[in-house]
Nanobody, 121 residues
Framework: QVQLVVSGGGLVQAGGSLRLSCVAS????????MGWYREAPGNQRELVAT???????NYADSVKGRFTISRDNAKNTVYLQMNSLKPEDTDVYYC???????????????WGKGTLVTVSS
């Protein structure tokens, strides 16, 4: 069974940095996308950053230039380096794994447990 183990959340001062990690295990295959999401109004999850297996990235406008997503395929791990943190970044962050399933665009989606990031002013 696929599992996602998340770590790295915590309390940081505005302008500081945190690094989130998400380790995937199980039958995840060789072609997948991983990313980070956080809660939006209405308890919806919104994209923070995603990265494909090949390294292509996508960021929310609000974090561009401050956050960097990366992955280590050998370790099945995705990271989110968060710099210049702002109080508005405070949220619960979730790791997401997407495994394509034919016929596309169907896919299997897995979520890790949330990790709390708190940024004080």
């Amino acid at each position: 069974q696929v599992q996602l183990v998340v770590s790295g959340g915590g309390l940081v001062q505005a302008g500081g940095s945190l690094r989130l990690s998400c380790v995937a295990s199980g039958s995840i295959g060789s072609d997948n996308d991983m990313g980070w999401y956080r809660e939006a109004p209405g308890n919806q999850r919104e994209l923070v950053a995603t990265i494909s297996r090949g390294g292509g990235t996508n960021y929310a406008d609000s974090v561009k230039g401050r956050f960097t997503i990366s992955r280590d395929n050998a370790k099945n791990t995705v990271y989110l380096q968060m710099n210049s943190l702002k109080p508005e970044d405070t949220d619960v962050y979730y790791c997401k794994l997407v495994i394509p399933v034919p016929p596309y665009p169907y896919a299997k989606v897995y979520w890790g447990k949330g990790t709390l990031v708190t940024v004080s002013s």
